[in-house]
């Protein structure tokens, strides 16, 4: 079991950029691909990017594709989400989670562990 700890997220005007990070501790980090989603509030969780466990091959939800950028460092067990453009619509809790996969994909069933979830807030 991997615990996963997201942080960075914060208040930013439209058009401009945060960078959200996740801390896994545990062994098992490398082993497998890893992902983000967010929540609306009154919304279901929904799928944002994902990465392959050894950082290849992302995935990207329609609505982020050009502005987001995933990545992972496996030497630091750590989990990035570099998010730029940002847009009152991305405001949201974002979530990071491990899948049970080698590579990443966007169904919520394939992600066994997640974190508690940093608040992304942007103004328009």
């Known amino acids: 079991q991997v615990h996963l700890v997201e942080s960075g997220g914060g208040l930013v005007q439209a058009g401009g950029s945060l960078r959200l990070s996740c801390a896994a501790s545990g062994r098992t980090f490398s082993n497998y691909a890893m992902g983000w989603f967010r929540q609306a509030p009154g919304k279901e969780r929904e799928f944002v990017a994902a990465?392959?466990?050894?950082?290849?091959?992302?995935v990207y939800a329609d609505s982020v594709k050009g502005r987001f950028t995933i990545s992972r460092d496996n030497t630091e067990n750590t989990l990035a989400l570099q998010m730029n453009s940002l847009k009152p619509e991305d405001t949201a809790v974002y979530y990071c989670?491990?899948?049970?996969?080698?590579?990443?994909?966007?169904?919520?069933?394939?992600?066994?562990?997640w974190g508690q979830g940093t608040q992304v807030t942007v103004s328009s």
């Open positions: 989670a491990q899948s049970t996969r080698v590579i990443g994909t966007p169904s919520r069933a394939d992600y066994m562990s």
């Open positions: 990465i392959s466990r050894l950082g290849l091959t992302p």
